[in-house]
């Protein structure tokens, strides 16, 4: 089916290590956007790419890093795991632009569950 | 930078009560605003938007929200919750500013529905 496909799902690190959430779209969306979700924070926006080639900082950067090399592809990596990164990350995309439209509805994947421990 | 308040943190509802969820957001000029529902153990899921035109906007499942611009407010609404309607509700912005759009989320409000 058509949608947003996280991995893992499930993932335990020990801090300093380092691992890559991956994340991919077969819906040709311009807009790819990764999120945390914290127990009463809601979502803040990790980092987000507007296309191929083209990423930009969120709300809270700080400890990942991210790539766009295909329209398809946004991983999301943690180079040195640290507690306060346990979380649930999602990752999401829309089509376009900005307007009244449906392209600025996002389709959500399924989250990734990560512990540092 | 625009910003979302959801006021109610937790609501307990028992089922055929009636439900509203505040959401406020501070951003004075032209917005997209949506109501994304997250089932326990599944991602979010769009439960209605409003873009432009009639402020009361209905959504899946009975769900309805109104946006009243004067008071910056989105609230949700639904005459009668079902069990099934446990879930956490997130109020989400899009400034249309003509750059890359990005959503801003209120913290949620996990809804309990009792029998």
């Known amino acids: 089916n058509a949608g947003v496909t996280q991995t893992p799902k499930f993932r335990i690190l020990k801090i300093g290590q380092s691992m890559t959430l991956q994340c991919a779209q077969d819906m040709n969306h311009n807009y790819m956007y990764w999120y945390r979700q914290d127990p009463g924070m809601g979502l803040k926006l990790i980092y987000y790419s507007v296309g191929a080639g083209i990423t930009d900082k969120g709300e809270v950067p700080n400890g990942y890093n991210v790539s766009r090399s295909t329209t398809e592809d946004f991983p999301l990596r943690l180079e040195l795991a640290a507690p306060s990164q346990t979380s649930v990350y999602f990752c999401?995309?829309?089509?376009?632009?900005?307007?009244?439209?449906?392209?600025?509805?996002?389709?959500f994947g399924a989250g990734s569950r990560l512990t540092v421990l | 930078a625009q910003s979302v308040s959801q006021h109610n943190h937790h609501v307990i509802l028992s089922e055929a009560a009636s439900l509203e969820l505040g959401c406020n957001y501070s951003?004075?000029?032209?917005?997209?605003l949506f109501w994304y529902v997250q089932y326990p153990g599944q991602h979010l899921q769009l439960l209605l938007k409003?873009?432009?035109?009639?402020?009361l906007v209905k959504g899946i499942k009975g769900f309805e929200a109104e946006f009243i611009k004067s008071k910056f407010s989105f609230n949700l609404r639904k005459p009668s919750v079902q069990w099934s309607d446990t879930a956490e509700y997130f109020c989400?912005?899009?400034?249309?500013?003509?750059?890359?759009?990005?959503?801003?989320f209120g913290t949620g409000t996990r809804l309990q529905v009792t029998l």
């Open positions: 951003y004075g000029g032209t917005v997209n």
């Open positions: 989400a912005v899009n400034a249309d500013t003509g750059t890359a759009s990005k959503l801003t």
């Open positions: 409003y873009f432009s035109g009639d402020p």
């Open positions: 999401a995309s829309r089509p376009g632009t900005g307007g009244n439209s449906g392209a600025n509805v996002l389709t």
